[in-house]
Each structure stands twice: as C-alpha cells, then as structure tokens.
C-alpha cells in the first residue's frame, strides 16, 4: 500500500545530493518545494516533486494510495536529536531550585548530587524500571516529532549499570517508533569511589568496560566528558583511542566549562562530533573546520545552567558543521524538545531559521552516522516525515515554545 501526501504548502526536503555534513552557505539550502508531494512504499520514500508531477508521473500507482491532503502544512524530515542521556533511573527536580539559589553544576556534582545522584538512582533502578521511564521520554520525543535518538551511557561508571544501559536501549530500538543509535560513556564523570585514583578508573575502563561493549555490540560510539576536574585531555585521548581501536567511533564532550583543548582533541582523534562547546578556543573551532568534526551545540543547556550560549553564528561562519540537540538529561537539560531547541539556537546562537531546521535534521543525523537513512527526504530513504501546524519553516522557528506537530510518520507510517 503506498501514501500519497499533496498538496504541502512547503515541503522541505534538505536534500542537495551528498551525503556530506553542510557548511556555511549549504546550511540554508533546504531544497524546498512549493506545492509538493511525497510518495511512500513499504516505509521507504518512493517519488519526491510537486504535486502535479507526481500525479502525472504516478497516475497508475496513486489509484489505490492512501492520501492526505497537507494544505496550508510544513513537512520536513523527522527531526534527529544526536546527544541525548535519555536511560536514566530516577528524577533531580530538587537541583533546579539549588541552581536558582546560585549553586552551580560543578558545586552540586561535587557535593553528591548531579551525575553522582542519578548514578546512585540508575544502578539501583531494574531494567525493566529503565525501560518503562525511558519509553516515556521517547514517546514524549516522537510527540514533539523525533523519530531518531542518539542515547548514551554514563549513569553507572561500572561494568554491570553500563551494560543495563546499553541493554535497555537495545531493547527499545527493537520494540520503540524511534531509531534509537547507542553510544557507551562509562567516561561520563569519575565515581567516588575513584577519587584520587582517576587514572585506575581509565584503566578499568579501558580493560574492563570497552572490551565487553564492542564485543557484544552494544554501541557504535565512544563518548568522554573532557572537562577540568573531570577528564583530562590525556586521559581522555587514551579512552577515545583505545575505544577507536576495537570499532567505537569517538566523539567528545568538550570545553563546556572552561576552554580545556577538547575541540583540539576531537580533531586529533578524528571524532566525529564535539558537544557542548560553551568555552571553546578558536584555535578548537578552526581545527575541527579543518578536520570535519560536527559541532553539536546544546542551546536548552545553557539556557538552563544560565550560561551564555555557545558561538554557533561563530562557527558556521569559520566553516564547522553544526548540529543542535535537546541533551535531555535529568539535571542540566530536562527537556525534550527539539522544536524549542530550535527556537533558541535562532535566538541565543544567532542561527538563522534555515540553519536551525538543517542543524536540527541533516546534520543532525550526519553527527550520528545515520544521514544515509535519515535527515533529508530524498527517494530510497526512510519515510521519517513531520507535518507542522504552519505554512513556513520560517513559521516555524518564529512562533516559538509551541509544538507545532500535526502528524509523524516513522518509516512511512503514520504514528503520532
């Protein structure tokens, strides 16, 4: 059975023909088709162009299609969110009113709660307790038209925890709407129990964790938070190396907190995305223009640690790739928004709607590996489709803080 959706007053296809993240001026191609149409088969894109074309070109086939009628409606591709920490046990609400009494991230982290907190709450939760809140989150995401999520580990920072993480989301991509792309942060922080011994828990990490990871497949990403009083970029480098080394692509939480040389790194190790960014150098930002790393800023982050935004205007101007994300997270990005996220990186990184909707697609899922599949609306592709309550991407980031979703389609069918 095929579906035919006509008529859409701007059908944003971001497709421009390679499969390549876009950069500065490529950033606002959103290959946009006036009056367009979507042809679907068999959860796959089968025809793109106008409406009238398609009816020309598919006559025979449209006869028994399901159709809708997307007038006065923006479609783009299902949004992709590529740096999410969204299997987690337990809640943190307690923190945001510390935050507002002037705590900051590292005070609250290093008086037990942030990371610490939640790593407490995670290893005591079930899977089944992890499954049952993470579907939650991915429903609530699907809602606010996700269909593909990148989830990392990190709320064990020891062997069993990591892998209960990793195993939920296993389970979820198998059962859940979304596309659900793992990535293993056992890196995340450094347990109390190591203090003063960080350098044993590189070890354990290296010996222990990655090992087990990669041999049963749990994740195609290796993530380290690289931060002052955290990770340091050599010991870093050692984890995302060594993870490299047995098929676990790096990528890096980097420069966030202080300017600490994690752009630098990712370049170095050949990530392929550096997250966060807050405090990155320029020495950080040409580097990773010249190696290819995506830039995935995390603009509700800021918002909600009260931090200055990170330099997206910046970035794309000296040639760095761009994706946006939600970091849903329990303590520093409780959201899971993508439409809101990008709303702000418009207003707070000085994206221009066009960007943020390229940021928030394409590149998105080129910082995941998944732009093959994803991200753009181009024949042979997944049918991952939103239609939006307005006429305009424009529209769309100008009316801000609403979600605008009417309908997503996951591989061509019609779930929300």
């Not at 028994?64 to 591709?77: E, M, Q, R, S, W």
């Not at 060594?242 to 040389?261: M, N, Q, R, W």
Request: net charge negative; aromatic share 6%.
């Amino acid at each position: 059975m095929r579906t035919f959706i006509k008529h859409i007053s701007q059908l944003a296809t971001l497709a421009q023909g390679s499969d390549t993240a876009r950069k500065k001026q490529e950033m606002s191609n959103l290959g946009i088709i006036e009056d367009g149409a979507l042809l679907l088969k068999d959860g796959i894109i089968e025809a793109v162009g106008t409406t009238e074309q398609l009816r020309q070109q598919y006559e025979k086939e449209l006869q028994d299609a399901i159709v809708f009628n997307a007038a006065g409606k923006l479609v783009t591709p299902g949004l992709v969110d590529p740096h999410t920490h969204i299997a987690y046990g337990g809640s943190r609400e307690q923190e945001f009113e510390m935050r507002l009494q002037g705590k900051s991230y590292m005070d609250i982290m290093n008086a037990g709660g942030g990371i610490h907190a939640t790593m407490r709450m995670t290893r005591e939760a079930t899977e089944e307790q992890l499954i049952e809140q993470t579907t939650k989150r991915l429903d609530a995401f699907l809602k606010h038209g996700v269909t593909t999520v990148e989830g990392k580990s990190g709320y064990g920072m020891e062997l069993e925890t990591e892998l209960k993480q990793l195993r939920v989301m296993q389970k979820l991509q198998q059962t859940h709407a979304i596309d659900l792309v793992p990535t293993f942060m056992g890196a995340h922080a450094v347990p109390a129990e190591y203090k003063g011994r960080e350098d044993a828990f590189v070890d354990y990490i290296i010996e222990e964790m990655l090992p087990v990871v990669a041999t049963e497949k749990l994740a195609e990403f290796n993530d380290v938070f690289c931060e002052k009083n955290v990770y340091t970029p050599e010991q870093s480098e050692r984890i995302l190396v060594a993870g490299k080394k047995i098929g676990l692509t790096p990528k890096i939480h980097a420069d966030e907190i202080v300017s600490y040389g994690g752009a630098e790194l990712a370049a170095k190790v050949g990530a392929i995305s550096a997250e966060h960014l807050l405090k990155v150098s320029d020495e950080g930002i040409r580097a990773m223009a010249k190696a290819g790393v995506i830039a995935c800023l995390l603009p509700a982050t800021a918002l909600y640690l009260r931090e200055q935004a990170a330099d997206g205007r910046k970035m794309i101007d000296e040639g760095v790739a761009v994706a946006i994300s939600t970091d849903c997270n329990p303590g520093s990005s409780p959201t899971v928004s993508m439409p809101l996220v990008m709303n702000l990186a418009c207003i707070s990184m000085r994206l221009t709607p066009a960007e943020a909707l390229t940021a928030a697609t394409f590149n998105a899922a080129c910082a995941i590996n998944r732009q093959h599949l994803v991200g753009s609306l181009e024949v042979g592709k997944q049918a991952d489709i939103v239609m939006w309550h307005v006429a305009s991407y424009q529209e769309l980031q100008y009316l801000f803080g609403v979600n605008h979703v009417q309908s997503v389609w996951k591989k061509g069918k019609k779930v929300i």
